[in-house]
Nanobody, 126 residues
């Protein structure tokens, strides 16, 4: 079993920045680098959507169009942690952000990710 715990959410003004962190534990302790990692988000009344993904050694990243150039996903395999640096935040970025893991090199779709964190709230005020 893989446990994912997000942190770093909060309330910011439009144009502000936040960095989300996700610490992995459990089965990943000996193999975090064997997991693709990603972030999804869900705004009130909307479907959960893909935000960003990173391959198991961090050489490949992928973003949804709405966050390209503003968000950066990265990972530190020595710390079993993945990050999402968010800049130039907009009110439409307001959502619960979920950290996800997949036991594969690359993953983008929701169905590929078998492990999900509990989520962290990000609120961007206008």
């Amino acid at each position: 079993q893989v446990q994912l715990v997000e942190s770093g959410g909060g309330l910011v003004h439009t144009g502000g920045s936040l960095r989300l962190s996700c610490a992995a534990s459990g089965r990943t302790c000996s193999g975090f680098s064997n997991y693709a990692m990603g972030w999804f988000r869900q705004a009130p009344g909307k479907e959960r959507e893909f935000v960003a993904a990173i391959s198991w050694i961090g050489t490949w990243t992928y973003y949804t169009d709405s966050v390209k150039g503003r968000f950066t996903i990265s990972r530190d395999n020595a710390k079993n942690t993945v990050y999402l640096q968010m800049k130039s935040l907009k009110p439409e970025d307001t959502a619960v952000y979920y950290c996800v893991a997949a036991n594969t090199q690359y993953a983008v779709t929701r169905k590929e990710y078998h492990y999900w964190g509990q989520g962290t709230q990000v609120t961007v005020s206008s």
